[in-house]
């Protein structure tokens, strides 16, 4: 990591305490400086921590306009101590406890620097104090709350489709409330088996899922980190370590993104058309990245708080990911920072909206395998949807570590089967290349299998096919994806293929028929 030379910033001032700011085995000091109108929009302000120090605090502040935005995290010689953001609380750094969105750990003597970031700078003069205390005495009680954490696998009846929310923040966000046994305690009313929790930049929560995970037996805590730019924010799914997001001063969102695939993370696109300016800074989606890209969140909080206004642009983006070839399952968060108590206008409960991944287990590593696989359905409201179980004839099989593509040769069938639940009344799409394929199908029960008969054509090489409900003319509920790899050219037969939607479809047949509901999926 590259680090400022041991100097003061330009603009920057060291006073001496004032009287009244610590205890008396206390060492502060205080730095005021400017905020670069341009360049970065990260400065590091390096101050010094004597040998023998046990408890760090820093107390920062804005003095520029009120419209300006800073944002504030703490590192020691090493590296990351901890990213609070706009938390308007001091940091506080010890040995054996910090405060939220901090890690605790050794105090070691040498150049510290606080992390100022211009999440909004709009005033002439944008400035910033910092006073630091340096104590030999801590002041925060041991944390009891924190313990190394350890994957695990929780009972269940696997394998199956198992329902959870991929994007939802505890206390150690700076915007963010509950903790974790809160959270599990909403999940586990609506039903869900696992919350991501994906705080801002920090992995201060890992270590509190790993001493919250034991006493909570059948909601698995994901960790998770949402990785925060002022040009657009990306999920981390099993992120255990911080990755440097300094973009421009210390990194690229590239090498951050390679840090955070080499240690097992998964990563999602959030909100990717959720430009709403200052009211959400950052929000959309403005980077050149989708190499490395698992899942696309097509649905941030429930349809009814905000999905009918930004939902339809979120599948779109996803759409036109797909087209440029990559293979991004849809997946859905709510965006929750307050585990369900109170949340803001258009703000979602966890578990709006829901989304469902087959696994072999409840454990992280399934449930990644199930990303990896397009094997997860969105209800874009929440637990009481329609389900969709979508399987194929010949079955998935395995390319590049996925198992999210059928392969056939021109003239074969490809059947794809979707069973849906809980839709009487509502009507079923399959969708091809993100455009609606053959007729709608409505649905005469609440346990009704569909059958969708394609002879495979030469352009079907790199198609896909999902499926979605549809309620009162809006998508509902929908599948990932299934893929077809054309391996052979057509030896006799027809071999004229078939188009888009709105094209002649002379192969295509659809059946549908009740099953007996004591058949019916587990319900979610």
Not at 44 to 57: I, N, Y
Not at 163 to 173: F, I, M, Q, R
């Amino acid at each position: 990591m590259r680090r400022l030379p041991l100097l003061l910033l330009p603009g920057a001032a060291l006073m001496a305490a004032g009287p009244g700011l610590a205890q008396a085995d206390d060492d502060v000091i205080v730095i005021e400086g400017d905020v670069p109108a341009d360049g970065p929009d990260f400065l590091l302000v390096p101050f010094e921590v004597p040998a023998g120090t046990v408890e760090v605090e820093v107390r920062h502040e804005s003095l520029g306009g009120d419209d300006d935005v800073l944002d504030f995290g703490v590192e020691d010689p090493a590296g990351f101590r901890g990213w609070g953001g706009g938390n308007v609380e001091p940091a506080v750094v010890g040995v054996q406890a910090a405060s939220r969105s901090y890690l605790p750990g050794p105090v070691p003597g040498g150049t510290w620097h606080v992390v100022v970031g211009r999440a909004r700078v709009v005033s002439d003069a944008p400035r910033y104090r910092l006073e630091i205390v340096r104590r030999a005495t801590a002041t925060l009680p041991p944390a009891t709350d924190r313990a190394p954490y350890a994957p695990v696998t929780l009972p269940s009846s696997g394998p199956r489709f198992f329902a959870g929310d991929l994007h939802v923040h505890s206390e150690d966000s700076g915007d963010a409330r509950p903790g974790l046994v809160e959270i599990a305690a909403f999940a586990r009313g609506r039903g869900l088996d696992f919350v991501v929790v994906t705080d801002h930049n920090t992995t201060a929560q890992v270590d509190r899922i790993g001493a919250a995970q034991p006493g909570i037996d059948d909601v698995l805590l994901v960790p998770g980190m949402e990785f925060t730019t002022y040009a657009g924010h990306m999920n981390a799914f099993g992120a255990t370590l911080p990755v440097d997001h300094k973009l421009g001063l210390t990194t690229t969102v590239d090498e951050a993104v390679a840090a955070l695939s080499a240690q097992g993370a998964l990563l999602s696109i959030n909100h990717p058309n959720l430009d709403l300016g200052d009211v959400c800074i950052g929000c959309a989606w403005g980077h050149d990245v989708f190499d490395d890209v698992a899942a696309v969140e097509i649905a941030t909080g429930g349809y009814a708080q905000s999905g009918f206004i930004f939902g339809q642009g979120a599948r779109d983006f996803w759409e036109d990911v797909l087209d440029d070839g990559h293979h991004a399952a849809p997946v859905g968060g709510s965006d929750d920072h307050r585990a369900g108590v109170d949340p803001p206008a258009f703000g979602s409960p966890v578990g709006d909206p829901t989304t469902l991944i087959f696994a072999e287990t409840l454990s992280v590593e399934a449930l990644q395998q199930g990303l990896r696989d397009n094997r997860t359905v969105v209800k874009l409201q929440g637990p009481d949807d329609p389900m969709i179980v979508l399987e194929t004839t010949p079955a998935r099989s395995e390319v590049d570590g996925r198992r999210d593509t059928v392969t056939a040769s021109v003239g074969d069938t490809l059947t794809l089967t979707a069973r849906v639940t809980g839709g009487a009344g509502h009507v079923l799409r399959v969708v091809r290349n993100g455009r609606s394929f053959g007729d709608p199908i409505v649905l005469d029960g609440d346990d009704v299998t569909a059958t969708i008969d394609v002879v495979v054509g030469a352009d079907d090489d790199g198609a896909r096919y999902r499926t979605e409900v549809h309620i009162d003319g809006a998508p509902r509920t929908i599948t990932g994806h299934v893929w077809v790899a054309v391996v052979a050219p057509a030896t006799g037969g027809c071999s004229c293929g078939h188009g888009e939607a709105g094209a002649a479809l002379p192969a295509l047949w659809l059946i549908a028929r009740r099953r007996r509901r004591a058949t019916a999926v587990r319900p979610m």
